[in-house]
């Protein structure tokens, strides 16, 4: 159970991270698209083509949700499918020309707005206490 401290800390780094993500996705290209649509999109990315049962267990949500998602990226053209190349039942997806454009477009804008931000707003202390963290920050998210 955790004490009055780490409960304090919980709340306010899930309501920063929120509000960061959402400052991210303003910045980028990729705004336009739904948290769930950037989220597969980016799995397609780093992972590579994946079934919708492959994607929808990676991003736990049923696979109607994902069908839904990759249909809506399909109706963009920003990811297509293929023949599985084992099992003729299922199909693949991966990104499309234009979604890896899009992914890299938006990789770049959240990285120039944020590092704008760091630079403007943040001494040269709080930019190394910043990067100190990020040993922490990558420890939570690997638990």
């Known amino acids: 159970m955790p004490n009055q401290d780490q409960a304090r800390i919980a709340d306010e780094l899930t309501t920063l991270v929120s509000q960061?993500?959402?400052r991210l996705?303003?910045?980028s290209a990729e705004g336009a698209l739904t948290p769930s649509q950037t989220s597969a999109m980016a799995r397609l990315d780093q992972e590579g083509p994946a079934t919708t049962a492959d994607l929808a267990r990676a991003e736990l949500v049923r696979p109607q949700s994902m069908r839904m998602t990759?249909?809506?990226?399909?109706?963009?053209g920003l990811v297509a499918r293929a023949p599985h190349p084992t099992d003729g039942r299922q199909v693949v997806f991966s990104?499309?020309?234009?979604?890896?454009?899009?992914r890299g477009s938006g990789r770049r804008a959240r990285r120039g707005w944020l590092a704008e931000a760091i630079g403007a707003g943040l001494t040269a202390d709080e930019q190394d206490t910043l990067d100190a963290a990020l040993p922490l920050l990558r420890k939570l998210v690997q638990q």
């Open 25 to 27: 996705r303003v910045a």
């Open 70 to 76: 990759l249909a809506a990226l399909e109706e963009r």
């Open 20 to 22: 960061l993500q959402r």
């Open 95 to 102: 990104l499309t020309e234009a979604g890896v454009e899009l």
